[in-house]
């Protein structure tokens, strides 16, 4: 058997699951981050695990771990679990809170819905599955997840959900347009349960602007972009994950969202960033 046969074993879950118990979290508070093994939603389970935190990381395929998220997790000794459940069926979404509860003896305090779907698709040629595709995982999903958090039995502290949103939600161009539509019904969702929600949840987003290229983009044209920004520059992910972090903290606030895009949404872009200066 190769090492890449070896089942996959979380590193903060191995007692517990001998045990057969729910993992004690002593008082820390408790993030399901959804989508949070990898790329943006791992940076920000990092920055949630060097704050404290305890983890329940979701993937929709498996919780293999970025390599840097794994590291992270171990130097900080964080009590984590990984959670399967694919969002292409979002009823599956509303039972991942009870299995959180379930593992770890009581829901989650923070709810980041981070997972989404990314497809390339125009008026012109977008189909009604692409539409339907979308809109579960980026949006009905985090819904179903919504109406769980604060439905679930808890406790009166602070608990709170931040929605990943995107920049261009404030100056929508054609392209990706199912991951678009699907990205404003997130924000709409947003604001109505920040409304309905209050004082028991907060409800807040934040909402980068190209932060981790894909290989779509060459170093030349990410130099080029950088400076079409507003205020010259990108941001790092580890910039978006500060302001969840804010927000996670900010027991003032909700209904807000943040852009954090080096200011590209308050211009408006004819084509998405990866057609541009090529």
């Not at 959804?34 to 060097?50: C, N, Q, S």
């Not at 390339?120 to 819904?143: E, G």
């Not at 947003?190 to 929600?197: G, I, Q, Y």
Request: with cysteine; proline share 5%; charged share 20%.
């Amino acid at each position: 058997m190769s090492e890449e046969d070896v089942p996959y074993r979380p590193l903060g879950s191995a007692r517990g699951a001998a045990e057969g118990g729910a993992l004690p979290i002593a008082g820390k508070r408790l993030a399901l981050v959804t989508g949070g093994h990898r790329r943006l939603g791992g940076i920000i389970a990092g920055a949630l695990a060097r704050a404290g935190h305890s983890l329940a990381i979701h993937g929709s395929h498996d919780t293999r771990l970025d390599s840097h998220l794994a590291l992270t997790l171990e130097e900080q000794g964080t009590q984590w679990e990984g959670f399967v459940v694919d969002f292409a069926d979002p009823e599956n979404a509303e039972e991942l809170i009870a299995q959180v509860a379930a593992r770890f003896g009581r829901p989650p305090d923070i709810l980041v819905n981070s997972a989404a779907m990314f497809g390339q698709d125009r008026l012109d040629s977008v189909t009604a599955d692409d539409l339907m595709r979308h809109y579960a995982v980026n949006c009905a999903a985090p819904t179903m997840l919504t109406k769980a958090f604060a439905t679930v039995p808890a406790g009166v502290g602070d608990r709170c959900i931040i929605n990943i949103l995107d920049q261009r939600i404030d100056h929508p161009h054609g392209d990706q347009l199912a991951y678009t539509l699907s990205k404003l019904a997130l924000a709409g969702l947003t604001r109505t349960s920040a409304s309905s929600l209050a004082p028991q949840v907060r409800v807040n987003a934040v909402a980068p602007g190209l932060t981790i290229a894909t290989p779509d983009y060459d170093p030349e044209q990410m130099a080029r972009l950088e400076a079409m920004m507003p205020l010259g520059c990108l941001p790092q992910a580890e910039q978006i994950a500060e302001a969840v972090l804010y927000l996670v903290n900010a027991s003032a606030v909700t209904g807000q969202t943040l852009y954090v895009d080096g200011g590209a949404h308050m211009r408006s872009y004819d084509r998405d960033f990866m057609h541009l200066c090529r």
